[in-house]
């Protein structure tokens, strides 16, 4: 069964760094696009970054850019999001997910279908 | 303020069918397909329609999704008591390069 379990979240003032990690079981992440998604307190789903199978391409929420670097290490499994400079506003339970990409002609079919259970950040001083 | 627009709640009783939409534009539903996660609330989300109308193995045919022009419906027949959770749909911006989703519907069956 596959599983993601993300970890590291925790209490941090703003300003300060944090380095998420996504560890995978039960399937090899080295074929697929991994993301994170967050979800602040009450709110709905924003996607934040994702990043290519070789690690050599990533995209970023502006919001984030600047500030937060995806990456992964396909030997250990893993998906890492580094925070930094975190803002009051990043604070929210932080989501790694397994992404799909299709495209068919000039449509982009794109969607999560494996979730991990979340890891909270809050950033407050 | 999200890019894709949703009501943000919506009720029916058992039994019943209820429509979830979500509104976009030419850069995101309009020229790409769209996905539908339920959460239900302190749980990860579930991906339950993606393609704009297929179902993951596991998801019943009580759910299903359409896609017209900018806008997607997400459709829940036999309403169920379990239904009952935040519903969120996404597609990929291909003017922003990004993931984006709705707000979010509560779905409360009374």
């Known amino acids: 069964e596959a599983q993601l379990e993300e970890s590291g979240g925790d209490l941090v003032q703003p300003g300060g760094s944090l380095r998420l990690s996504c560890a995978a079981s039960?399937?090899?992440?080295?074929?697929?696009?991994m993301s994170w998604v967050r979800q602040a307190p009450g709110k709905g789903l924003e996607w934040v970054a994702n990043?290519?199978?070789?690690?050599?391409?990533?995209y970023y929420v502006d919001s984030v850019k600047g500030r937060f670097t995806i990456s992964r290490d396909n030997a250990k499994n893993s998906v890492y999001l580094q925070m930094n400079n975190l803002r009051a506003d990043d604070t929210a339970i932080y989501y790694c997910?397994?992404?799909?990409?299709?495209?068919?002609?000039?449509?982009?079919?794109?969607?999560?279908?494996?979730w991990g259970q979340g890891t909270l950040v809050t950033v407050s001083s | 303020q999200s890019v894709l627009t949703q009501p943000p709640s919506v009720s029916a009783t058992p039994g019943q069918k209820v429509t979830i939409s979500c509104s976009g534009g030419t850069s995101n539903i309009g020229n790409n397909y769209v996905s539908w996660y339920q959460q239900v609330p302190g749980t990860a989300p579930k991906l339950i329609i993606y393609d704009n109308n297929k179902r993951p193995s596991g998801i019943p045919d009580r759910f299903s999704g359409s896609k017209s022009g900018t806008s997607a419906t997400l459709g829940i027949t036999g309403l169920q008591t379990g239904d009952e959770a935040d519903y969120h749909c996404?597609?990929?911006?291909?003017?922003?390069?990004?993931?984006?989703f709705g707000g979010g519907t509560k779905l409360t069956v009374l």
């Open positions: 039960g399937f090899s992440i080295s074929k697929d696009w």
């Open positions: 990043i290519r199978q070789d690690g050599k391409s990533e």
């Open positions: 997910a397994r992404e799909m990409w299709t495209k068919h002609g000039d449509f982009w079919s794109g969607y999560s279908d494996w």
């Open positions: 996404g597609t990929w911006d291909s003017a922003l390069d990004v993931v984006v």
